[in-house]
């Protein structure tokens, strides 16, 4: 098995939003924000390349939308998905697998792409099986107020009009090992219905792939929530269980949003969790 961080794209987010009730004061600290109050945000995902398989985790915002779409997000840097596809010698008809951790805008976004007369979508990867699971889907289709505008259905129907979309099997527990998928995966409602965070066992490690369960290593705290979750009271319990597992078992955490911390390990404090130390993929790997 090969590892591949796979940079899809910088963008920029409110502090306030990504810290919900927490004082600028505090989280400022560790996620230092702009004039605009925004703050830098990556959109990292996951290459993992096993036999003939080579599975994207998540795949950023893609670059379909509009212009005044995008303003929004204050895109920066040079990074995008294909040209790092590219430089690990990979194109996007490689890609086997595409696994959405959740239907959230930036963390799919890049699974649909306009057609060649642009009048329509179809799937990025033309040859990828789509993988969600069948609670989050519902709930990503038949969206609710709070969520409506980061379910975009041209981000999410074209994978099933193509007939590539799969569904996990459902969870029966908030952690379960999925034979059809190469890692298991720790299921959290917290943010979102059902969403899906990859544990990777690599050699002797643990690579969890954080999505928005932890979106930052300045979210470490557990009052450090987004106000994007939809049910906050239930990330708490979700973070805590986490975090003390992550300590306990030397994880290594693989941040999708942490522009500046690509890996980091946590360990117990009088505080509680904290962070340990950061690492690039390539430093854990080798």
């Known amino acids: ?16 939003a990504m810290f919900g009730v927490v004082p600028k004061s505090l989280w400022s600290r560790t996620n230092p924000a702009d004039s605009n109050n925004m703050i830098d945000i990556a959109a990292r995902c996951l290459l993992i390349e096993n036999g003939d398989r080579l599975t994207l985790i998540d795949t950023g915002m893609g670059n379909k939308q509009s212009d005044k779409f995008f303003g929004y997000y204050y895109p920066w840097g040079e990074h995008n998905l294909d040209d790092s596809l590219k430089a690990l010698g990979f194109h996007r008809d490689d890609i086997t ?21 642009r009048t329509g979508y179809e799937p990025a990867f033309k040859n990828a099986t789509f993988w969600s699971n069948e609670r989050h889907w519902q709930w ?31 969870p029966i527990a908030d952690f379960s090992e999925k034979k059809e998928l190469d890692f298991g995966i720790f299921f959290a409602d917290g943010h979102t219905e059902k969403q899906m965070i990859p544990h990777i066992q690599y050699k002797d490690k643990t690579i969890v792939f954080m ?76």
């Not at 590892?3 to 910088?10: F, I, K, M, R, S």
Request: glycine share 6%.
């Open 1 to 16: 098995m090969n590892l591949y961080p796979v940079e899809a794209g910088n963008f920029k987010l409110d502090g306030g």
């Open 97 to 117: 697998d595409v696994f959405m951790t959740h239907l959230h805008f930036d963390h799919c976004g890049g699974s649909v792409q306009w057609n060649k007369d």
């Open 140 to 170: 990503a289709t038949q969206p609710n107020r709070r969520e409506r505008a980061s379910f975009l259905k041209e981000n999410i129907l074209p994978m099933e009009e193509s007939g590539q979309l799969k569904f996990v099997s459902d």
């Open 211 to 286: 999505a928005d369960l932890l979106p930052t290593a300045g979210h470490l705290p557990l009052p450090f929530v987004m106000g994007y979750d939809t049910r906050p009271l239930l990330t708490l319990p979700e973070k805590e269980k986490f975090l003390k597992a992550a300590a306990d078992n030397n994880y290594y955490l693989f941040l999708e949003h942490d522009a500046h911390n690509p890996i980091i390990t946590v360990k117990h404090t009088e505080k509680g969790v904290r962070l340990n130390e950061t690492y690039t993929l390539d430093e854990i790997l080798n």
